[in-house]
Protein backbone atom coordinates (compact mmCIF):
# COMPACT_ATOMS: atom_id res chain seq x y z
CA UNK A 1 0.00 0.00 0.00
CA UNK A 2 1.13 3.32 -1.00
CA UNK A 3 1.35 6.38 1.32
CA UNK A 4 1.40 10.11 -0.38
CA UNK A 5 -0.39 13.37 -0.36
CA UNK A 6 -2.63 14.23 -3.23
CA UNK A 7 0.30 16.81 -4.67
CA UNK A 8 3.07 14.28 -3.98
CA UNK A 9 1.15 11.60 -6.03
CA UNK A 10 0.31 14.15 -9.00
CA UNK A 11 4.33 15.08 -8.86
CA UNK A 12 5.07 11.59 -9.21
CA UNK A 13 3.10 10.99 -12.32
CA UNK A 14 4.54 14.11 -13.74
CA UNK A 15 7.76 13.00 -13.34
CA UNK A 16 7.52 9.56 -14.49
CA UNK A 17 5.67 10.62 -17.88
CA UNK A 18 8.79 13.35 -18.15
CA UNK A 19 11.56 10.79 -17.97
CA UNK A 20 10.29 8.65 -20.58
CA UNK A 21 12.96 8.50 -23.22
CA UNK A 22 13.52 7.09 -26.69
CA UNK A 23 16.38 5.98 -28.22
CA UNK A 24 16.83 9.26 -29.88
CA UNK A 25 16.76 11.27 -26.49
CA UNK A 26 19.66 9.25 -25.69
CA UNK A 27 21.41 9.26 -28.86
CA UNK A 28 20.91 13.32 -28.69
CA UNK A 29 23.06 13.56 -25.84
CA UNK A 30 27.01 14.79 -26.85
CA UNK A 31 29.02 13.72 -23.67
CA UNK A 32 28.27 10.54 -20.79
CA UNK A 33 27.33 13.68 -18.15
CA UNK A 34 24.36 14.35 -19.93
CA UNK A 35 23.49 10.72 -21.10
CA UNK A 36 23.46 9.28 -17.43
CA UNK A 37 21.42 12.36 -16.53
CA UNK A 38 19.02 12.17 -19.30
CA UNK A 39 17.42 8.97 -17.94
CA UNK A 40 18.49 5.89 -15.76
CA UNK A 41 17.41 4.10 -19.41
CA UNK A 42 20.67 5.87 -21.21
CA UNK A 43 23.56 4.05 -21.07
CA UNK A 44 27.49 5.59 -22.37
CA UNK A 45 30.30 3.62 -24.70
CA UNK A 46 33.69 5.26 -23.05
CA UNK A 47 35.87 2.93 -25.72
CA UNK A 48 38.41 4.41 -28.33
CA UNK A 49 37.52 2.62 -31.17
CA UNK A 50 33.58 2.58 -30.42
CA UNK A 51 31.74 2.18 -33.95
CA UNK A 52 28.50 2.46 -33.07
CA UNK A 53 26.19 5.49 -34.34
CA UNK A 54 25.87 7.37 -30.71
CA UNK A 55 27.98 6.87 -27.86
CA UNK A 56 24.75 7.14 -25.70
CA UNK A 57 22.05 4.52 -25.68
CA UNK A 58 18.87 3.29 -24.80
CA UNK A 59 19.44 0.11 -22.22
CA UNK A 60 16.85 -1.66 -24.90
CA UNK A 61 19.30 -1.24 -27.72
CA UNK A 62 22.08 -4.14 -28.27
CA UNK A 63 25.68 -2.36 -27.95
CA UNK A 64 28.95 -4.14 -27.60
CA UNK A 65 30.62 -1.87 -25.45
CA UNK A 66 33.51 -3.03 -23.03
CA UNK A 67 34.09 0.12 -20.86
CA UNK A 68 30.16 0.84 -20.67
CA UNK A 69 29.04 3.94 -17.93
CA UNK A 70 26.02 3.28 -16.81
CA UNK A 71 26.28 3.92 -12.95
CA UNK A 72 23.46 3.65 -10.16
CA UNK A 73 22.43 4.55 -6.74
CA UNK A 74 21.98 2.62 -3.89
CA UNK A 75 22.15 3.27 0.23
CA UNK A 76 26.15 3.75 0.86
CA UNK A 77 25.54 4.16 5.02
CA UNK A 78 23.16 4.07 7.94
CA UNK A 79 23.19 5.08 11.65
CA UNK A 80 22.04 2.26 13.72
CA UNK A 81 19.57 3.62 16.15
CA UNK A 82 18.03 1.35 18.41
CA UNK A 83 14.57 1.44 18.85
CA UNK A 84 13.69 2.22 22.83
CA UNK A 85 11.60 4.77 24.95
CA UNK A 86 14.14 7.45 23.74
CA UNK A 87 13.91 6.70 20.11
CA UNK A 88 10.86 5.77 17.74
CA UNK A 89 12.74 5.73 14.44
CA UNK A 90 15.00 4.12 13.10
CA UNK A 91 17.26 4.59 11.04
CA UNK A 92 17.79 7.80 11.96
CA UNK A 93 20.29 9.21 9.51
CA UNK A 94 21.05 7.50 6.19
CA UNK A 95 23.29 8.05 3.48
CA UNK A 96 22.67 7.43 -0.38
CA UNK A 97 23.56 8.14 -4.17
CA UNK A 98 20.92 8.93 -6.14
CA UNK A 99 21.02 9.27 -10.18
CA UNK A 100 18.25 11.48 -12.29
CA UNK A 101 15.30 9.45 -12.88
CA UNK A 102 16.14 6.76 -10.70
CA UNK A 103 14.43 5.61 -7.36
CA UNK A 104 16.33 4.88 -4.12
CA UNK A 105 14.27 2.20 -1.39
CA UNK A 106 15.31 2.91 2.14
CA UNK A 107 14.13 0.35 4.82
CA UNK A 108 12.62 2.49 7.29
CA UNK A 109 11.10 1.43 11.39
CA UNK A 110 8.89 2.82 13.57
CA UNK A 111 7.56 1.97 16.99
CA UNK A 112 5.52 2.87 19.85
CA UNK A 113 7.86 3.69 23.20
CA UNK A 114 6.45 2.77 26.32
CA UNK A 115 7.48 5.82 27.70
CA UNK A 116 7.95 8.61 25.51
CA UNK A 117 8.76 12.19 26.99
CA UNK A 118 5.42 14.16 26.05
CA UNK A 119 4.84 18.20 26.45
CA UNK A 120 1.45 18.96 26.95
CA UNK A 121 1.07 23.42 27.00
CA UNK A 122 -2.64 24.26 27.32
CA UNK A 123 -3.62 27.51 24.78
CA UNK A 124 -6.78 28.78 26.72
CA UNK A 125 -9.18 31.47 25.56
CA UNK A 126 -9.73 33.12 28.70
CA UNK A 127 -12.58 35.39 27.30
CA UNK A 128 -15.55 36.35 29.63
CA UNK A 129 -17.46 33.49 27.94
CA UNK A 130 -15.12 31.25 29.16
CA UNK A 131 -15.56 31.90 32.77
CA UNK A 132 -17.17 28.46 33.14
CA UNK A 133 -14.74 26.80 31.46
CA UNK A 134 -12.06 27.98 33.38
CA UNK A 135 -13.57 26.91 36.58
CA UNK A 136 -14.09 23.83 35.30
CA UNK A 137 -10.59 23.27 34.81
CA UNK A 138 -9.59 24.50 38.23
CA UNK A 139 -12.05 21.67 39.92
CA UNK A 140 -10.44 19.09 37.53
CA UNK A 141 -7.47 19.84 39.67
CA UNK A 142 -4.37 17.09 39.16
CA UNK A 143 -7.08 15.13 36.85
CA UNK A 144 -4.84 16.61 33.46
CA UNK A 145 -1.73 15.02 35.31
CA UNK A 146 -3.35 11.93 35.89
CA UNK A 147 -4.61 11.04 32.82
CA UNK A 148 -1.24 11.89 31.21
CA UNK A 149 0.48 9.63 33.93
CA UNK A 150 -1.12 6.62 33.01
CA UNK A 151 0.16 7.41 29.38
CA UNK A 152 3.50 8.32 29.71
CA UNK A 153 5.74 8.59 33.38
CA UNK A 154 7.77 10.95 31.02
CA UNK A 155 5.91 14.43 30.74
CA UNK A 156 5.57 17.98 31.43
CA UNK A 157 2.46 20.29 31.24
CA UNK A 158 2.27 23.90 30.44
CA UNK A 159 -0.25 26.76 30.61
CA UNK A 160 -1.14 29.93 28.62
CA UNK A 161 -4.15 32.10 27.60
CA UNK A 162 -5.11 34.39 25.25
CA UNK A 163 -7.83 37.02 25.23
CA UNK A 164 -7.43 39.99 22.11
CA UNK A 165 -4.82 42.65 20.86
CA UNK A 166 -4.91 45.57 23.16
CA UNK A 167 -6.58 48.20 20.88
CA UNK A 168 -9.83 49.31 19.86
CA UNK A 169 -12.00 48.50 18.26
CA UNK A 170 -10.98 44.49 19.72
CA UNK A 171 -11.52 45.99 23.13
CA UNK A 172 -12.93 48.86 25.20
CA UNK A 173 -9.48 51.12 26.11
CA UNK A 174 -11.19 53.70 28.49
CA UNK A 175 -8.97 54.21 31.35
CA UNK A 176 -11.72 51.98 33.26
CA UNK A 177 -12.35 49.39 31.15
CA UNK A 178 -8.58 48.51 30.59
CA UNK A 179 -8.69 47.78 34.18
CA UNK A 180 -11.58 46.14 34.52
CA UNK A 181 -13.15 45.23 31.07
CA UNK A 182 -16.43 43.26 33.27
CA UNK A 183 -19.32 45.31 33.98
CA UNK A 184 -20.98 43.45 36.35
CA UNK A 185 -17.98 41.52 38.30
CA UNK A 186 -14.21 42.20 38.68
CA UNK A 187 -12.30 40.44 36.38
CA UNK A 188 -8.75 40.53 34.74
CA UNK A 189 -7.41 43.46 32.61
CA UNK A 190 -7.24 42.84 28.75
CA UNK A 191 -4.18 41.33 27.43
CA UNK A 192 -3.00 39.80 24.12
CA UNK A 193 -1.36 35.95 24.79
CA UNK A 194 -0.19 35.68 28.27
CA UNK A 195 2.45 32.48 29.28
CA UNK A 196 1.90 31.81 32.66
CA UNK A 197 3.39 27.94 33.59
CA UNK A 198 6.79 26.70 32.17
CA UNK A 199 6.83 23.42 30.68
CA UNK A 200 7.13 21.33 34.28
CA UNK A 201 6.90 17.61 36.07
CA UNK A 202 5.76 19.86 39.37
CA UNK A 203 1.93 18.86 39.13
CA UNK A 204 1.32 20.90 41.83
CA UNK A 205 3.08 23.84 40.90
CA UNK A 206 0.98 23.59 37.62
CA UNK A 207 -2.42 22.93 39.57
CA UNK A 208 -2.02 26.14 41.52
CA UNK A 209 -1.13 28.14 38.73
CA UNK A 210 -4.13 27.24 37.16
CA UNK A 211 -6.27 28.14 40.48
CA UNK A 212 -4.71 31.46 40.21
CA UNK A 213 -5.91 32.15 36.58
CA UNK A 214 -8.76 35.03 36.16
CA UNK A 215 -11.02 35.76 32.81
CA UNK A 216 -10.95 38.82 31.37
CA UNK A 217 -13.26 40.36 28.45
CA UNK A 218 -13.40 41.76 25.00
CA UNK A 219 -15.42 43.42 22.45
CA UNK A 220 -16.12 41.17 19.13
CA UNK A 221 -16.38 37.54 19.41
CA UNK A 222 -13.50 35.96 17.39
CA UNK A 223 -10.90 35.99 19.48
CA UNK A 224 -7.13 37.09 19.43
CA UNK A 225 -5.55 33.84 19.76
CA UNK A 226 -3.76 33.15 16.63
CA UNK A 227 -1.33 35.79 18.11
CA UNK A 228 -0.21 33.75 21.34
CA UNK A 229 -0.71 30.08 19.23
CA UNK A 230 2.30 31.78 17.10
CA UNK A 231 4.35 32.58 20.21
CA UNK A 232 3.77 29.21 21.68
CA UNK A 233 5.40 27.84 19.00
CA UNK A 234 8.47 30.08 18.23
CA UNK A 235 9.32 30.93 21.88
CA UNK A 236 11.12 27.72 21.96
CA UNK A 237 13.40 28.27 25.18
CA UNK A 238 10.31 30.45 27.03
CA UNK A 239 8.04 27.56 26.56
CA UNK A 240 10.93 24.70 27.02
CA UNK A 241 10.41 22.45 24.38
CA UNK A 242 12.42 19.66 24.86
CA UNK A 243 14.51 18.70 21.36
CA UNK A 244 13.33 14.51 21.93
CA UNK A 245 10.00 14.86 22.59
CA UNK A 246 6.75 14.22 21.55
CA UNK A 247 4.86 18.24 21.08
CA UNK A 248 1.32 18.74 21.48
CA UNK A 249 -0.11 22.55 21.89
CA UNK A 250 -3.72 22.14 22.70
CA UNK A 251 -5.89 25.27 21.72
CA UNK A 252 -9.06 25.30 23.98
CA UNK A 253 -11.79 28.18 22.68
CA UNK A 254 -15.39 29.09 22.22
CA UNK A 255 -14.97 31.27 19.52
CA UNK A 256 -13.64 31.85 16.38
CA UNK A 257 -10.28 33.40 15.61
CA UNK A 258 -8.40 36.16 13.78
CA UNK A 259 -6.22 36.35 11.23
CA UNK A 260 -3.69 38.06 9.09
CA UNK A 261 -5.31 41.07 7.57
CA UNK A 262 -7.73 41.05 10.31
CA UNK A 263 -5.54 43.71 12.17
CA UNK A 264 -6.20 46.24 9.85
CA UNK A 265 -9.33 47.42 11.74
CA UNK A 266 -7.16 49.01 14.25
CA UNK A 267 -4.51 50.26 11.94
CA UNK A 268 -1.95 46.84 12.70
CA UNK A 269 -0.88 46.70 9.44
CA UNK A 270 2.96 45.28 9.43
CA UNK A 271 2.57 41.85 8.92
CA UNK A 272 3.65 39.12 11.42
CA UNK A 273 7.37 38.41 11.51
CA UNK A 274 8.08 34.60 10.16
CA UNK A 275 10.21 32.40 12.65
CA UNK A 276 10.74 35.30 15.09
CA UNK A 277 10.19 35.29 19.12
CA UNK A 278 8.51 38.07 19.88
CA UNK A 279 8.53 38.14 24.08
CA UNK A 280 10.99 38.29 26.40
CA UNK A 281 12.01 35.08 27.28
CA UNK A 282 14.80 35.07 30.02
CA UNK A 283 11.62 36.87 31.97
CA UNK A 284 9.87 34.67 34.60
CA UNK A 285 6.55 33.80 34.23
CA UNK A 286 3.62 35.53 33.49
CA UNK A 287 5.02 37.24 30.55
CA UNK A 288 2.52 39.06 28.52
CA UNK A 289 2.91 39.43 24.36
CA UNK A 290 3.62 43.52 23.94
CA UNK A 291 3.80 43.94 20.32
CA UNK A 292 0.26 43.59 19.89
CA UNK A 293 -0.02 46.70 18.44
CA UNK A 294 2.77 46.58 16.11
CA UNK A 295 2.04 43.58 14.54
CA UNK A 296 -0.98 41.83 12.60
CA UNK A 297 -2.30 38.06 13.54
CA UNK A 298 0.06 35.63 11.75
CA UNK A 299 -1.81 33.78 9.02
CA UNK A 300 -2.12 29.93 8.79
CA UNK A 301 0.22 29.41 6.62
CA UNK A 302 2.77 30.93 8.92
CA UNK A 303 1.61 28.74 11.67
CA UNK A 304 1.84 25.55 9.42
CA UNK A 305 5.17 26.45 9.05
CA UNK A 306 6.26 27.10 12.58
CA UNK A 307 4.43 24.23 13.57
CA UNK A 308 6.25 21.81 11.07
CA UNK A 309 9.80 23.57 11.88
CA UNK A 310 9.33 23.11 15.59
CA UNK A 311 8.04 19.88 15.35
CA UNK A 312 4.68 20.94 17.47
CA UNK A 313 1.23 18.73 16.87
CA UNK A 314 -1.44 21.21 17.34
CA UNK A 315 -4.98 19.80 18.99
CA UNK A 316 -7.98 22.15 18.84
CA UNK A 317 -10.97 21.71 21.26
CA UNK A 318 -13.84 23.84 20.57
CA UNK A 319 -17.67 23.40 21.51
CA UNK A 320 -19.96 22.24 18.76
CA UNK A 321 -21.10 25.70 17.43
CA UNK A 322 -17.64 26.31 15.88
CA UNK A 323 -17.14 22.75 14.73
CA UNK A 324 -17.38 23.40 11.06
CA UNK A 325 -14.87 26.58 11.10
CA UNK A 326 -12.59 24.63 13.09
CA UNK A 327 -12.82 21.53 11.16
CA UNK A 328 -11.85 23.50 8.00
CA UNK A 329 -8.60 24.81 10.08
CA UNK A 330 -7.01 21.04 11.13
CA UNK A 331 -7.77 20.01 7.21
CA UNK A 332 -5.39 23.30 6.36
CA UNK A 333 -3.09 21.67 9.03
CA UNK A 334 -3.63 18.26 8.31
CA UNK A 335 0.05 18.02 7.08
CA UNK A 336 1.66 18.54 10.42
CA UNK A 337 -0.70 16.50 12.63
CA UNK A 338 -3.48 18.76 13.29
CA UNK A 339 -6.60 17.09 15.53
CA UNK A 340 -9.89 18.47 16.56
CA UNK A 341 -12.13 17.41 19.48
CA UNK A 342 -15.30 18.62 20.29
CA UNK A 343 -15.50 20.58 24.05
CA UNK A 344 -18.60 20.46 26.04
CA UNK A 345 -19.94 23.54 26.69
CA UNK A 346 -18.41 24.21 29.71
CA UNK A 347 -15.13 22.44 28.93
CA UNK A 348 -16.05 19.31 31.35
CA UNK A 349 -14.52 16.60 28.82
CA UNK A 350 -10.85 18.36 28.59
CA UNK A 351 -9.72 15.72 30.71
CA UNK A 352 -11.01 12.64 28.32
CA UNK A 353 -10.21 14.32 24.95
CA UNK A 354 -6.84 14.97 25.97
CA UNK A 355 -6.61 10.93 26.53
CA UNK A 356 -8.25 10.12 23.54
CA UNK A 357 -6.85 12.76 21.33
CA UNK A 358 -3.13 11.81 22.43
CA UNK A 359 -3.55 8.27 21.80
CA UNK A 360 -5.00 8.64 18.29
CA UNK A 361 -2.05 10.79 17.82
CA UNK A 362 0.87 8.23 19.30
CA UNK A 363 -1.24 5.42 17.46
CA UNK A 364 -1.07 6.88 13.85
CA UNK A 365 2.20 6.75 11.58
CA UNK A 366 2.16 9.77 9.21
CA UNK A 367 4.96 11.08 7.33
CA UNK A 368 5.47 14.64 6.24
CA UNK A 369 8.37 15.15 4.01
CA UNK A 370 10.43 18.73 3.48
CA UNK A 371 10.05 19.95 0.22
CA UNK A 372 13.10 19.60 -1.50
CA UNK A 373 13.92 20.86 -5.50
CA UNK A 374 14.44 18.06 -7.74
CA UNK A 375 13.54 15.57 -5.06
CA UNK A 376 10.21 13.40 -4.60
CA UNK A 377 9.40 11.36 -1.58
CA UNK A 378 7.05 8.41 -1.18
CA UNK A 379 6.37 6.15 1.72
CA UNK A 380 5.33 2.05 1.44
CA UNK A 381 4.38 0.40 4.16
CA UNK A 382 5.76 -3.23 3.81
CA UNK A 383 4.27 -3.98 7.38
CA UNK A 384 1.82 -2.79 9.75
CA UNK A 385 0.89 -4.38 12.83
CA UNK A 386 -2.37 -2.10 13.59
CA UNK A 387 -4.78 -0.94 11.19
CA UNK A 388 -3.80 0.15 7.54
CA UNK A 389 -5.84 2.88 6.22
CA UNK A 390 -7.58 3.25 2.21
CA UNK A 391 -4.69 5.84 2.32
CA UNK A 392 -1.85 3.65 3.10
CA UNK A 393 -1.25 5.50 7.26
CA UNK A 394 -1.07 2.81 9.45
CA UNK A 395 -2.80 3.29 12.64
CA UNK A 396 -3.84 1.84 15.79
CA UNK A 397 -0.46 0.61 16.90
CA UNK A 398 -0.03 -0.79 20.46
CA UNK A 399 3.16 0.13 22.48
CA UNK A 400 6.07 -1.63 21.67
CA UNK A 401 4.57 -2.78 18.15
CA UNK A 402 7.27 -2.04 15.50
CA UNK A 403 5.71 -0.97 11.65
CA UNK A 404 8.08 -1.05 8.55
CA UNK A 405 8.23 1.41 5.88
CA UNK A 406 10.35 1.98 2.48
CA UNK A 407 11.11 5.43 1.61
CA UNK A 408 11.52 6.30 -1.89
CA UNK A 409 13.16 9.22 -2.99
CA UNK A 410 13.28 10.25 -6.62
CA UNK A 411 15.33 12.64 -8.38
CA UNK A 412 15.21 15.23 -11.43
CA UNK A 413 18.29 16.88 -13.10
CA UNK A 414 17.79 19.74 -10.88
CA UNK A 415 19.79 18.26 -8.37
CA UNK A 416 22.88 18.04 -10.40
CA UNK A 417 23.35 22.02 -9.45
CA UNK A 418 24.33 20.41 -5.78
CA UNK A 419 27.18 18.38 -4.50
CA UNK A 420 24.97 17.17 -1.89
CA UNK A 421 21.42 17.79 -0.59
CA UNK A 422 19.73 16.51 2.30
CA UNK A 423 16.10 15.61 2.44
CA UNK A 424 14.27 15.64 5.98
CA UNK A 425 11.29 13.59 6.84
CA UNK A 426 9.23 13.97 10.03
CA UNK A 427 7.50 11.33 11.00
CA UNK A 428 4.63 13.02 13.08
CA UNK A 429 5.04 12.61 17.02
CA UNK A 430 7.66 9.95 16.51
CA UNK A 431 10.92 12.23 15.54
CA UNK A 432 12.77 12.65 12.38
CA UNK A 433 14.58 10.89 9.38
CA UNK A 434 17.08 12.53 7.79
CA UNK A 435 18.70 11.21 4.20
CA UNK A 436 21.93 12.63 3.06
CA UNK A 437 22.26 12.15 -0.39
CA UNK A 438 25.19 12.44 -2.96
CA UNK A 439 23.54 13.08 -6.63
CA UNK A 440 25.35 10.90 -9.35
CA UNK A 441 25.99 13.39 -12.44
CA UNK A 442 29.16 12.24 -13.98
CA UNK A 443 30.54 9.19 -15.20
CA UNK A 444 33.30 7.23 -13.55
CA UNK A 445 35.39 7.64 -16.82
CA UNK A 446 35.45 11.83 -16.63
CA UNK A 447 38.58 11.07 -13.89
CA UNK A 448 40.75 9.70 -16.34
CA UNK A 449 41.24 12.68 -19.01
CA UNK A 450 44.38 13.01 -21.52
CA UNK A 451 44.35 16.93 -22.35
CA UNK A 452 46.09 17.45 -26.00
CA UNK A 453 45.56 13.50 -26.76
CA UNK A 454 47.00 12.11 -29.67
CA UNK A 455 43.72 10.63 -30.23
CA UNK A 456 43.01 13.86 -30.75
CA UNK A 457 45.21 15.16 -32.79
CA UNK A 458 46.91 17.14 -30.16
CA UNK A 459 44.36 19.69 -29.91
CA UNK A 460 41.53 18.24 -27.41
CA UNK A 461 41.19 17.03 -24.32
CA UNK A 462 40.54 12.88 -24.74
CA UNK A 463 37.96 11.53 -21.94
CA UNK A 464 34.95 9.33 -21.96
CA UNK A 465 35.99 7.96 -25.81
CA UNK A 466 35.72 11.16 -27.29
CA UNK A 467 37.45 14.52 -27.92
CA UNK A 468 36.77 18.32 -26.78
CA UNK A 469 38.93 20.08 -28.97
CA UNK A 470 40.62 22.85 -28.30
CA UNK A 471 39.04 26.90 -29.02
CA UNK A 472 39.35 27.05 -33.17
CA UNK A 473 39.42 23.39 -33.68
CA UNK A 474 36.77 21.52 -34.11
CA UNK A 475 35.55 17.78 -35.40
CA UNK A 476 35.58 14.42 -34.51
CA UNK A 477 39.27 14.13 -33.50
CA UNK A 478 39.99 18.32 -33.02
CA UNK A 479 41.14 17.54 -36.99
CA UNK A 480 39.65 20.65 -38.33
CA UNK A 481 40.85 24.13 -38.11
CA UNK A 482 38.18 26.94 -38.44
CA UNK A 483 40.39 29.42 -39.39
CA UNK A 484 38.79 31.87 -42.13
CA UNK A 485 35.54 29.93 -41.28
CA UNK A 486 32.46 32.53 -40.10
CA UNK A 487 33.14 34.08 -37.07
CA UNK A 488 31.78 32.23 -33.80
CA UNK A 489 31.11 29.05 -36.02
CA UNK A 490 33.96 27.35 -33.38
CA UNK A 491 31.98 24.01 -34.31
CA UNK A 492 31.71 24.46 -38.17
CA UNK A 493 28.37 22.43 -38.01
CA UNK A 494 25.97 24.94 -39.17
CA UNK A 495 27.21 24.49 -42.45
CA UNK A 496 25.62 21.06 -42.18
CA UNK A 497 22.32 21.94 -41.36
CA UNK A 498 19.31 21.70 -43.58
CA UNK A 499 16.54 24.64 -43.69
CA UNK A 500 15.14 23.25 -40.73
CA UNK A 501 18.28 23.25 -38.65
CA UNK A 502 18.88 19.90 -38.71
CA UNK A 503 22.20 18.41 -38.94
CA UNK A 504 22.86 15.73 -41.54
CA UNK A 505 19.34 15.69 -42.11
CA UNK A 506 18.75 13.72 -38.58
CA UNK A 507 20.96 10.50 -37.46
CA UNK A 508 21.69 9.71 -41.65
CA UNK A 509 25.66 11.13 -41.13
CA UNK A 510 27.69 12.65 -38.98
CA UNK A 511 29.40 16.57 -39.53
CA UNK A 512 33.41 16.38 -40.47
CA UNK A 513 34.76 19.82 -41.22
CA UNK A 514 31.40 21.39 -42.00
CA UNK A 515 30.77 18.38 -44.57
CA UNK A 516 28.12 15.80 -44.02
CA UNK A 517 29.98 12.30 -44.58
CA UNK A 518 26.67 9.73 -44.66
CA UNK A 519 26.33 6.97 -43.18
CA UNK A 520 25.82 3.34 -45.27
CA UNK A 521 22.72 3.52 -47.45
CA UNK A 522 22.16 7.55 -47.49
CA UNK A 523 24.03 9.84 -50.04
CA UNK A 524 24.51 13.31 -49.59
CA UNK A 525 23.13 15.62 -52.10
CA UNK A 526 24.98 18.85 -52.65
Known sequence: MMWTSRLAALVVLLFAAGTSVSAQDCAAQANCGDCIQVSPDC???????????????????????????????????????????????????????????????????????????????????????????????????????????????????????????????????????????????????????????????????????????????????????????????????????????????????????????????????????????????????????????????????????????????????VVKRRRSLYLDLVEELSSVGAEFGLLESDSSNIVNLIRDLYNRISQRVVFDPDNVPGLTVNVQTTNCPGTLGADGICSDLAIGEKADFNIEVTATREICSQSSITQNIRIIGFGNAEVQITPICSCECEENIVENSILCNGNGTFLCGICQCNPGRFGEFCQCDNTGQVTGDTGNTTMCENSNGVECSGQRGKCVCGVCQCNSFFVRVT
Request: glycine residues 8%.
Open 43 to 317: KWCADEDFEGSSRCYSSSETITCSTEQNPTGGITGQTDDVLDDTNQVSPRTSQITLRPGETVSIPLSVQLAMNYPLDLYLLMDLSASMRDDLDNLKELGGGIAETIAGITENYRLGFGSFVEKRVSPFVRVEPSRLINPCSNRVCASPYSYRHSITLTNDNQFFDDSVQEQVTSSNNDYPEGGFDGFQQSIVCKNMIDWRDNARHLLLYISDAGFHFAGDGRIAGVVEPHPRDQCLMDEDMEPPVNYEQYGKYDYPSVGQIRDHLRRYDIIPIFT
